[in-house]
């Protein structure tokens, strides 16, 4: 269990024997709660199949919504920087999500991303703009340039934020200020 419990992010050796000495002091019915609680996030929730974010509904919220405008189309590394933008922004147009980035020297090609399925949505009409919001450092600008070469035959519009992102920051716990300054900077990508 102290094993399991170290492979969470943030959380270390200590803290993994921490939690595990807590959930061995919780009664039985607290333990069965928090086992119920990990079978059903996985039961139930499933990568949206238009914009791959991570959802009890498919389409999820975001893509059902007709609030929502569909001609932009922000394009970020996991949903949790959905959840980002959700909270921290007045971002109201959709999402793809890419399930990481590339980098080559963890072995993850374009192939392991769902870069083909955002290319096919796009060429499926409607969007306008993309507006590529990885994360600001050598493999998010990297996944950027290469997605702004794949989109650039389809004649849209695509913009990268990160003006006033910090280097090596992270979407996930950029403030509502900072994020929006990102993307109301956000430059083109191509011509
Ligand atoms: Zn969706």
């Not at 039985?28 to 086992?35: D, G, N, Q, Y």
């Not at 003006?163 to 430059?187: I, M, N, W, Y």
């Amino acid at each position: 269990m102290i094993d399991e419990l170290g492979k969470l992010p943030g959380v270390g050796k200590r803290s993994a024997e921490r939690l595990a000495m807590h959930v061995l002091r919780m009664d039985k019915r607290e333990a069965s709660a928090l086992t119920r609680a990990i079978e059903e996030v996985k039961a139930r929730v499933k990568p949206c199949t238009t914009c791959h974010q991570l959802s009890e509904n498919d389409p999820c919220d975001i893509c059902a919504d007709p609030r929502r405008d569909g001609s932009i189309v922000c394009v970020v590394e996991d949903s949790s920087d959905i959840w980002a933008f959700e909270k921290n922004s007045e971002y109201r147009g959709r999402f793809h999500v890419l399930g990481g980035r590339l980098s080559p020297l963890k072995g993850i090609g374009p192939e392991d991303l769902t870069i083909d399925e955002l290319l096919d949505r796009i060429r499926g009409g409607g969007i306008s703009e993309v507006i590529i919001a990885t994360n600001p450092d050598v493999d998010g600008d990297a996944t950027a340039l290469y997605l702004a070469r794949e989109i650039e035959p389809l004649k849209i519009a695509v913009s990268r934020i990160g003006l006033g992102l910090p280097v090596g920051g992270s979407l996930e716990f950029a403030d509502h200020r900072t994020l929006q300054k990102a993307l109301q900077t956000r430059q083109k990508l191509t011509d």
